[in-house]
T-cell receptor, first 114, second 113 residues
Framework: GAGVSQTPSNKVTEKGKYVELRCDPISGHTALYWYRQSLGQGPEFLIYFQGTGAADDSGLPNDRFFAVRPEGSVSTLKIQRTERGDSAVYLC????????????FGQGTRLTVV | AQKVTQAQTEISVVEKEDVTLDCVYETRDTTYYLFWYKQPPSGELVFLIRRNSFDEQNEISGRYSWNFQKSTSSFNFTITASQVVDSAVYFCALREGAQKLVFGQGTRLTINP
């Protein structure tokens, strides 16, 4: 597609449930990033993929968070046993190769845990 | 550790005024990249500029200009003759050798007609 696509745009879930957030990067982009943005804050890094592998997952807050990119294109961010503190906008970005190339962001998925 | 500080939480000006958004960064690396992004109400982060640490030339793009000063670790952004469409949250960000971006907390800019 023309840009980074994230689905769903909004997700409301009950505390304790499992959720999956999807990111479709720009075609041909090998680098993919997940960020989390809480209200009134700047985005915070979660994980970076180069191809199929997670090159840096140092931003994942705990083991309830996991992400995959099995074919080097679409990525899924998975959150187990959701907590109210997980409520935020989850942003995905992709870039052609990583490094000093520009990262293009999607519009995000707003996750609300009630 | 990397850190980006945008001390101005909110700025409100009248249309056609010039406005400067401040950004101060901390890094131990000699090679790094600085960015500005715009986040309109739709939520998508829109890339505005990337600067590497070896290029201190100021840049101008239409009504936008950026002033990079390594001596003060600052990368300020000026909008000349502001317009209502410039209203958004603006983020400054830093990247060292690793791939991740470290963002400031953002400055909410409101341009009033």
């Amino acid at each position: 597609g023309a840009g980074v696509s994230q689905t769903p745009s909004n997700k409301v879930t009950e505390k304790g449930k499992y959720v999956e957030l999807r990111c479709d990067p720009i075609s041909g982009h090998t680098a993919l990033y997940w960020y989390r943005q809480s209200l009134g804050q700047g985005p915070e890094f979660l994980i970076y993929f180069q191809g199929t592998g997670a090159a840096d997952d140092s931003g994942l807050p705990n083991d309830r968070f996991f992400a995959v990119r099995p074919e080097g294109s679409v990525s899924t961010l998975k959150i187990q046993r959701t907590e109210r503190g997980d409520s935020a906008v989850y942003l995905c970005a992709s870039s052609r190769t990583g490094g000093d190339t520009e990262a293009f962001f999607g519009q995000g998925t707003r996750l609300t845990v009630v | 550790a990397q850190k980006v500080t945008q001390a101005q939480t909110e700025i409100s000006v009248v249309e056609k005024e010039d406005v400067t958004l401040d950004c101060v960064y901390e890094t131990r690396d000699t090679t790094y990249y600085l960015f500005w992004y715009k986040q309109p109400p739709s939520g998508e982060l829109v890339f505005l500029i990337r600067r590497n640490s070896f290029d201190e030339q100021n840049e101008i793009s239409g009504r936008y200009s950026w002033n990079f000063q390594k001596s003060t670790s600052s990368f300020n952004f000026t909008i000349t003759a502001s317009q209502v469409v410039d209203s958004a949250v603006y983020f400054c960000a830093l990247r060292e050798g690793a791939q991740k971006l470290v963002f400031g907390q953002g400055t909410r800019l409101t341009i009033n007609p």
